[in-house]
């Protein structure tokens, strides 16, 4: 983790992001060269898919689009200059898993 190497949460933002900046970006210009053709599909058929083709392709451009501007901004919002935060907020996503299926470690340092 970034903040374990002594990282400021902004630096550690930014730094991740750039991390898996390409991997994301390729993931969704790969779905949404799979669904735009759809949503572009004629005819009948066309008709049919033309919405979800269209509105699929939207969504991941839009997330796209949030994960690389506004996620990390509000990631060292969040963390402030207190990495403890990053301890409770995992804790409270940690909540809704099963424990018998999920492993998460969540303390920094590991």
């Not at 990053?86 to 303390?107: E, Q």
């Amino acid at each position: 983790m970034h903040i374990d190497d002594g990282e400021t949460p902004r630096q550690a933002a930014l730094i991740a992001t750039n991390d898996i900046g390409l991997t994301v970006t390729a993931g969704t210009f790969t779905a949404v060269a799979v669904f735009l053709p759809i949503g572009l599909m004629g005819g009948v058929v066309g008709q049919f898919f033309k919405p979800f083709g269209i509105n699929v392709s939207a969504g991941m451009l839009t997330s796209l689009l949030v994960a690389r501007t506004l996620s990390p901004p509000l990631y060292w919002q969040f963390i402030g200059s207190n990495p403890q935060n990053l301890t409770l907020l995992c804790k409270k996503i940690s909540l809704g898993a099963d424990s018998t299926k999920f492993t998460t470690t969540c303390s920094p340092g590991h």
